[in-house]
């Protein structure tokens, strides 16, 4: 079975501060990894996703993720935060042969301080 | 761009009634349904996929009975939370998928509240 592990459950940092927030699958096969925010009161929205093609990912916002094959990860990156990034980040995987079912990882609640 | 309505984003119940919560691609044509049941400051759960036209699928855990999900239509699917109890309440999302397309677009969930 395919599982998803966000190794921070908490983030705190300041404004202008560089994020990463990581991301790790258990299946070896062929997946579909998504990074989803959720901020206070909303809904998901997506951030992004790599399905193939250039490992690096860039999405809204100004995240960016890598996906790396060999160490099963899909980390979440954006240089500089502000104060409106202050939500809840849930890394996803879709493993091809689990059809299209889509395993959530913890999330990782990141606060940014002014 | 895809658009999922979910529909009611809250509701108040009383303990032992049932509740209806409705999930409606309206823009696509969604083979695939997905439940999800999110606990305060926790990730979200898969209870359920649901292919239009056949049963859903539950995952380990989930009481089917308990838990009603109903795919008639490209377009809508329903969850219909049974004899709804206090631990019951959560908020529940639900997701669609389209043929041949890749991506999942989520509805804004619904807050059940059971009194």
């Known amino acids: 079975a395919q599982s998803v592990s966000q190794h921070n459950h908490h983030v705190i940092l300041s404004e202008a501060a560089s994020l990463e927030l990581g991301c790790n699958y258990s299946y070896g096969g062929t997946v579909n990894l998504f990074w989803y925010v959720q901020y206070p009161g909303q809904h998901l929205q997506l951030l992004l996703k790599y399905f193939s093609g250039d490992p690096l990912v860039k999405g809204i916002k100004g995240f960016e993720a890598e996906f790396i094959k060999s160490k099963f990860s899909f980390n979440l990156r954006k240089p500089s935060v502000q104060w409106s990034d202050t939500a809840e980040y849930f890394c996803?995987?879709?493993?091809?042969?689990?059809?299209?079912?889509?395993?959530f990882g913890g999330g990782t609640r990141v606060l940014v301080k002014p | 761009g895809a658009v999922v309505s979910q529909h009611p984003s809250w509701v108040i119940c009383k303990s032992g009634t049932s509740v209806k919560i409705e999930c409606r691609s309206l823009d696509f044509q969604a083979t695939t349904m997905f439940w999800y049941r999110q606990f305060p400051k926790q990730s979200l759960m898969l209870m359920a996929t649901?292919?239009?036209?056949?049963?859903?699928?539950?995952e380990q855990g989930v009481e089917k009975d308990k838990f009603l999900i109903n795919h008639a239509s490209l377009t809508l699917s329903t969850l219909t939370v049974t004899s709804a109890h206090p631990e019951d309440s959560s908020f529940y999302i639900c997701s669609a998928t389209q043929q041949g397309h890749y991506g999942y677009t989520f509805g804004s969930g619904t807050r059940l509240t059971v009194v």
């Open positions: 996803a995987v879709n493993a091809k042969a689990a059809g299209n079912k889509l395993t």
């Open positions: 649901s292919n239009e036209g056949s049963k859903a699928t539950y």
